[in-house]
């Protein structure tokens, strides 16, 4: 029994399992990828686009979850991916020193994701290196749904080698990475001047809080895309601007 949000989870029917660490390596200079075994949690759930879980961290002595998403699942083998951006945190302490044979807790509950049908016509998608991982399991859902959707992606940046980070972007795909700056206001006024007012485009945005809300604003509000047509999640808060 980790926490109270453990309880609160377990009432609401969330399922745990157990991970075992397969393999671990470094993708980029902050970016650190870990594959493990599920423990029966690919079978017992399905896989969909942009799947996450939760896991639990020690935090000096107190749980600590964060959630993170699948990377190339696949239920014939029941492993998958994980990937964590380089930074202080209990999280990724963990991650960096996980080996194979390692064992993390997970729980399952409250991802849910599925294409548009039928597609639409246009996909744009807003997000960060945090985000790529459900970017990239969007782009291959697009590719693999029949015809060639096109998409538009803007991904922000905080260090220049997360612009080397691989992407799932196909030719009939734009790719625009924004650096970070103004606590993620440029991120939002780059998304906010470039994407165009109606069409049945789709939208989906998952980068830090305050950029998400002014980006959700300026299509609801100054666009008036209808609610059925923009899907959002902020992926982290900033401690401060």
């Not at 979850?65 to 963990?94: C, I, K, M, N, S």
């Not at 016509?121 to 959707?149: F, Q």
């Amino acid at each position: 029994m980790r926490n109270w949000e453990d309880l609160v989870l377990r009432a609401l029917g969330a399922r745990d399992y157990r991970l075992t660490v397969v393999s671990a390596e470094r993708v980029a200079d902050h970016y650190h990828r870990l594959l493990v075994e599920g423990g029966g949690l690919l079978e017992a759930n399905g896989v969909h686009p942009t799947m996450w879980i939760r896991l639990w961290f020690d935090n000096n002595g107190r749980a600590h979850q964060r959630a993170y998403t699948l990377v190339d699942p696949d239920p014939t083998t029941g492993r998958f991916g994980l990937e964590f951006a380089v930074h202080d945190g209990p999280a990724v302490t963990w991650a960096l020193g996980a080996a194979p044979g390692d064992t993390i807790d997970a729980t399952v509950y409250g991802s849910s994701f599925a294409l548009p049908d039928p597609l639409p016509g246009h996909v744009y998608l807003v997000g960060d290196a945090a985000s790529v991982p459900a970017v990239n399991s969007l782009l291959d859902a697009l590719a693999g749904a029949g015809p060639e959707v096109p998409a538009t992606v803007w991904l922000e940046y905080a260090h220049d080698d997360d612009r080397d980070l691989p992407l799932r972007n196909r030719a009939h795909h734009t790719v625009t990475w924004v650096p970070r700056k103004d606590g993620g206001q440029l991120l939002a006024d780059t998304v906010c001047a470039e994407v165009p007012a109606g069409g049945d485009g789709f939208h989906w945005i998952a980068s830090e809080a305050k950029s998400n809300r002014a980006i959700v604003r300026h299509l609801r509000k100054t666009l008036g895309i209808p609610k059925s047509h923009v899907y959002s999640m902020a992926y982290w808060s900033a401690r401060s601007s």
